[in-house]
């Protein structure tokens, strides 16, 4: 068991364990040092992560000229904490917009590659035109999506999957052939469990405000057109990532932390003591570490259990968030490869389209030096809640399927030149249906645990910037606590 630090005059130094080094763990412990070195407070952080590595999805492997990404490839800009937090780390000049002229998605329809109309997002569009010309959807889907402002608003408040919500409101046709495989592209999830406050609330509230999706989105585009172009941003920046990928972030924090990373140590229980807790340690760093408060960044499932002893009905909710397991599987070609390389961000494939991948995304074309001249960086994402067995397949026939299907729908015969798989366990909660309500009671059960916060992916958005807001919020509630007097 480690002794209690020390400054020279015989005061206690306050130390906070972070359990979990993904990006949610890695912005807290920063933001503890952060706030200590701006109120001289004397802090000790130790963040304590089960891998062998920091960084979470956000992986980064440069080989040959190529940055492949196998996990998240970039960020929403809109949501400012990582780019904020990115720059205070001194990395804005590492941040790099998406590429204009290539700011197009596609999606499998009758196995082949449909552009989505364009102003068309996610499920809902301010112009009809584009859609009327799309062969994406049928006469009578048109039709039915036309209709939408005549449609009654819904007047309960209670939470609707995202099934529902879509439906109701545009049909059949908007839910299996678009919206399902864009929101299956950022969840992995089953659209009849996804909710929709947690995970759409701008259409859920442009239901609730307008009376429709269509006047919604026309105000929408009215308030952006109003705004200058420094305010509002172009379109095709809407997403960010970093010059040397996406691990740039995790990497200069790990870095920044120091000897302050423990990897390879895992935390198995929680037990308090007189002035605070004691964390039980397994792997690497086996026995105990003693720390005034704890911040648990780790996966719901393992929170769940370092709770339970605590609060046992906050551990049961947390029991409660499923979790799906993906894979990416990266593959680089030469452009003489292809007949001709949709020249596009990528594609997302609809379940219905009952094909092995969900989605394919070119690197190479989305941002800027992602492989060398004349090669093609493409990855595909397998598995998520609807496709459960693919995860059953081994690395080799991971990649076998995903190249069948990009000779189906690309036209590429040839083989890869470097193949990258990684798999993701359990790495995806689910947003089920009431999902807000049940984060609003854990985080109601979990305030009167003296010295104690949770973060990370499971709560209130999966992107980086929610992580990195969900960490440095945990880390402002549990410093509040400890540098405010008695």
């Known amino acids: 068991m480690e002794g209690e630090a020390q400054t020279d005059s015989g005061t206690h130094i306050k130390r906070v364990a972070v359990i979990g080094g993904g990006i949610s763990g890695l912005a807290a412990a920063y933001r503890l040092r952060e706030l200590a070195a701006a109120r001289e407070f004397p802090l000790e952080v130790e963040l304590l992560e089960r891998s062998t590595r920091c960084g979470g999805a956000l992986e980064t492997i440069r080989r040959d000229g190529f940055v492949i990404e196998t996990g998240a490839d970039s960020f929403l800009s809109e949501k400012t904490s990582a780019a904020e937090l990115a720059r205070r ?18 999606v ?3 196995g082949r590659l449909v ?25 009578l889907g048109k039709l039915r999506m036309a209709l939408e402002p005549f449609i009654a608003t819904r007047t309960s408040s209670d ?8 439906t109701r409101r545009l ?20 659209p009849k469990h996804l909710s929709t406050t947690a995970t759409i609330p701008r259409f859920v509230e442009m239901e609730r405000r307008y009376g429709s999706l269509f006047k919604g989105m026309r105000a929408a585009e009215r308030a952006r057109a109003s705004k200058s172009p420094e305010v509002s941003g172009a379109r095709w920046s809407l997403f960010q990532s970093f010059r040397n990928g996406m691990a740039t972030l ?14 390879g140590t895992e935390v198995i229980g929680m037990s308090k003591t007189a002035d605070g807790w004691r964390l039980g ?32 009905a906050a551990a049961k909710l947390l029991g409660a968030i499923t ?10 070609f030469r452009e003489s490869d292809f007949e001709g390389p949709p020249r596009a961000f990528g594609f997302v494939v609809p379940a219905v389209e009952h094909r092995r991948i969900i989605a394919a995304s070119f690197s190479s074309f989305k941002f800027e030096g992602r492989a060398p001249a004349g090669a093609i960086l493409a990855r595909a994402f397998i598995g998520g809640e609807l496709h459960r067995e693919m995860m059953n397949l081994s690395d080799d026939e991971m990649v076998a399927g995903v190249r069948d299907e990009f000779r189906a729908l690309l036209g590429v015969k040839a083989a890869p030149g470097i193949t990258v798989v990684r798999r993701w366990p359990d790495a995806m909660p689910q947003y089920d249906v009431g999902h807000l309500a049940r984060v609003a009671e854990i985080e109601r059960l979990i305030a009167p645990i003296p010295g104690f916060a949770i973060a990370g992916a499971a709560y209130r958005g999966v992107g980086s910037p929610d992580c990195v807001r969900s960490g440095e919020a945990a880390a402002d509630t549990i410093f509040a606590k400890l540098s405010t007097p008695k």
Do not use: W
Not at 89 to 106: D, Q, S
Not at 159 to 166: A, G, K, N, R, Y
């Open 108 to 110: 499998v329809r009758a």
């Open 171 to 190: 049909g059949r046709e908007v839910l299996d052939r678009v919206a399902q495989a864009l929101a299956g592209g950022i969840y992995t999830a089953d």
């Open 323 to 332: 979790y799906a397991s993906a894979a990416t599987v990266n593959l680089t």
């Open 281 to 312: 340690l397994a792997g690497g760093g086996s026995g105990s570490i003693d720390a005034d408060a704890v911040i648990c960044a780790a996966p719901a499932y393992a929170a769940a259990r370092i709770v339970s002893p605590h609060e046992p």
């Open 250 to 263: 995790p990497e200069t924090i790990a870095t920044r932390l120091g000897g302050s990373i423990r990897t």
């Open 159 to 166: 939470d609707e999957s995202l099934d529902s919500f879509v």
């Open 115 to 139: 552009e989505v109309p364009a102003g068309f997002m996610m499920l809902a569009t301010a112009h009809f035109g584009p859609v009327f010309r799309s062969s994406l959807f049928s006469p």
């Open 89 to 106: 780390l001194g990395l804005g000049a590492e941040l790099v917009p998406t590429r204009e002229i290539y700011g197009k998605t596609f």
